[in-house]
């Protein structure tokens, strides 16, 4: 069973920087890709970034966009999320995933994503 655990998470004031790690463990083989995405309260989560370990290519969005960037490391199944420039808009709950076998890609929707973590919580004070 794939899972996987998020860290680094806390509290930070507009303007500073955070960066969230997540580790996957359970695998047996490599996935396609790793993931971000976030919720905050009485939204839906939205898609933050994602990395191919299979040439894909790295995405982000578009509110995230030259502040935020996703690296890993496919040999460890590790990815993280430098988050530079914060907002308090970028307030959430921020959920690591990955995707075996997307059925297109990029993949920018919760459901075409097959493990999920717990999550990590992002507070950006004003």
């Known amino acids: 069973q794939v899972q996987l655990v998020e860290s680094g998470g806390g509290l930070v004031q507009a303007g500073g920087s955070l960066r969230l790690s997540c580790i996957a463990s359970?695998?047996?083989?490599?996935?396609?890709?790793m993931g971000w995405f976030r919720q905050a309260p009485g939204k839906e989560r939205e898609f933050v970034a994602a990395?191919?370990?299979?040439?894909?290519?790295?995405y982000y969005a578009d509110s995230v966009k030259g502040r935020f960037t996703i690296s890993g490391d496919n040999a460890k199944n590790t990815v993280y999320l430098q988050m530079n420039s914060l907002k308090v808009d970028d307030t959430a709950v921020y959920y690591c995933?990955?995707?075996?076998?997307?059925?297109?890609?990029?993949?920018?929707?919760?459901?075409?994503?097959?493990?999920w973590g717990r999550g990590t919580q992002v507070t950006v004070s004003a």
């Open positions: 995933t990955e995707v075996d076998t997307p059925s297109s890609w990029p993949a920018f929707l919760p459901g075409e994503y097959d493990y």
């Open positions: 359970g695998r047996t083989f490599s996935s396609y890709a």
């Open positions: 990395t191919s370990w299979s040439g894909g290519g790295t």
